[in-house]
Structures are given as structure tokens and as C-alpha cells.
């Protein structure tokens, strides 16, 4: 059973960074799509980015691109989201997932989420 467990919300000013960490475990398929999510209160999920892990590059939201980067640490089975330049539009419950296969994801195994909040 797959495990995710993410970490490194908080509360940031509006111009500065945070790094999100997904530790992963369980994870038996080599080939799989990870990806970060957020949702905003009275919004619907978004994708921020994803990757993939036989590699072919990143994908981003056009609201992040050049502002995050998602990375993956394969010795720690760790996902990462560095988020730079963040505003208050940023807020929300950020959410990793993993799924066997291709991307996007659709289903697939979830975390617990991490805040983040951002002030102007």
C-alpha cells in the first residue's frame, strides 16, 4: 500500500519561498506519474505540476510556471515542490499523489495535504 506523507507548509509574506517534501513508501512499480495538487477553499482542485518517472520532463499550471519546481530525490523516495515568489493566490492545501502508469494522474494514492497561506 502506497504512503504519502508531506510536509514544509506554513505561513509565508507574499515575495517569499517555501519547499513542500512528499516522502513516499510502498511504491512497488517503477513506472508512475507524481504530482502536486492544491485546492483553495470554495475552489476546485487544480494540478500545480507534475513529472514522471522515467523522466520526459516537467509539467506545469500556467499560474506557477516559473515561479515552482518539482523535483524528486529517488534515494529518499522523496517528492519536492519549490515554491518561489509566492502570492497571496498561492494559498491553499497542497496535496502530493502518485499513480502506476502514464500521466496525468486520476486516481492513484494521495496524502494528508500541507497548508500553505500566504499574505499579502
Known sequence: QVQLVESGGGSVQAGG?????CT????TDSFYC??????APG??????ARMHSYG??????????????ISK?????????QMNSLK???TAMYYCAVEAGHCPIWGGSWG??????VSS
Open 17 to 21: 519561498s517555501l519547499r513542500l517534501s
Open 24 to 27: 513516499a513508501s510502498g511504491i
Open 34 to 39: 507524481m504530482g502536486w495538487f492544491r485546492q
Open 43 to 48: 475552489k476546485e482542485r487544480e494540478e500545480v
Open 56 to 69: 520526459g520532463g516537467a509539467t506545469y499550471a500556467d499560474s506557477v510556471k516559473g515561479r515552482f519546481t
Open 73 to 81: 530525490d529517488n534515494s529518499e523516495n522523496t517528492l519536492y515542490l
Open 88 to 90: 497571496p493566490e498561492d
Open 112 to 117: 494528508q495535504g500541507t497548508q500553505v497561506t
